[in-house]
């Protein structure tokens, strides 16, 4: 029984991952590159190298993409790098095959280019997160960034970082108009991703946690996620017995990092995650009254 699920897990990642690369490919391709948008990420730092020094920009994915594994591995360890390593290898093949086809799907219409490769290429990416693999880009260097360099600043905030700063060396590369449209992408590619992942709701989530791995799981998200939680002593209806139930609030993004961490430490804690509509107050990963993040 145990082999079987563990066979159809498998079956959904394939289909996911490779529905997803193939997606994403197409966006980059046929709409991102042809119109010479930019978005975040490797993507946009090998499309403003390629462009820059006239080298096809997949060949620049492929070397930025190896060399972030490779520095994930070195730096952050065995167990970072697998969850990179498939995407790392097998992305930028699909890419360069991709590349071979010339087909401009909005026709040099640049703000619908920006739209909808931001709704394209979030569906594909989405897909590959929601199987909790990752493409070994911004995130996995933020992830170097933050442990090596700014521990005291979020990741989130850090990758958000860096894919501003490619969106303004775009501008060196470009001009301003570019980059502007390039926000558009990146805004909408971000909320093309979250309705994958959570559909159309809320913007923040409220984690209800019981795990074996009680305090490795508070370190993690109030050091490495920098938010706060709260802590409850409840009692089973079953076993009668008492433990500790983590809750913490957080962004859609967060939530899936705070999953895919509790996943690896404790295969059976209990993970309740619920949408929340709006947080009053002020703590840790908040300013103020908000109900956004």
């Known amino acids: 029984m145990l082999a079987l699920k563990d066979s159809n897990k498998i079956m959904w990642d394939v289909v996911y991952v490779l529905a997803g690369m193939m997606i994403l490919a197409f966006a980059i391709t046929a709409i991102l590159e042809p119109n010479q948008l930019i978005t975040g990420g490797i993507t946009g730092i090998s499309i403003i190298l390629g462009t820059w020094m006239g080298i096809d920009y997949t060949i620049f994915y492929y070397v930025l993409s190896l060399g972030t594994l490779l520095a994930t591995f070195l730096l952050l360890g065995k167990r970072e790098a697998k969850k990179i ?12 095959i991709f590349n071979q086809i010339n087909f401009n799907l909005t026709e040099n219409d640049m703000f619908l ?23 070994g880009g911004s995130d996995s260097i933020g992830k170097i960034i933050h442990k090596r360099l700014y521990p005291f600043i979020s990741i989130s905030l850090i990758i958000t970082t ?14 301003i108009k570019v980059a502007l449209y390039a926000l558009i992408t990146q805004f909408v590619f971000l909320k093309s991703v ?8 809320t913007q923040l989530m409220k984690l209800e946690i019981i795990s074996n791995s009680q305090n490795e799981i508070e370190e993690y998200i109030m050091h490495e996620i920098k938010r706060g939680i709260s802590k409850y ?26 999953k895919q961490f ?3 430490m404790d295969e059976d804690a209990f993970v309740d995650i619920l949408p929340v509509s709006s947080v009053w107050g002020k703590g840790l990963g908040f300013s103020g009254l908000t109900d956004d993040d």
């Open 85 to 96: 390593v498939i995407l790392s290898v097998t992305f930028p093949l699909v890419l360069m």
């Open 262 to 264: 509790i996943a690896k």
């Open 162 to 175: 860096i894919d501003i700063l490619i969106v303004i060396t775009s501008m060196l590369v470009y001009d």
């Open 233 to 258: 002593m409840i009692l089973g209806g079953y076993t009668n017995q008492e433990r500790v139930k983590i809750v913490t609030i957080c962004s859609p993004r967060e939530s899936m990092l705070i």
């Open 113 to 135: 280019a920006s739209v909808y490769y931001g709704v394209v290429g979030g569906l594909g990416a989405g897909l590959i997160l929601k199987r909790g693999y990752s493409s």
């Open 194 to 201: 979250e309705v994958v992942l959570f559909g159309l709701g």
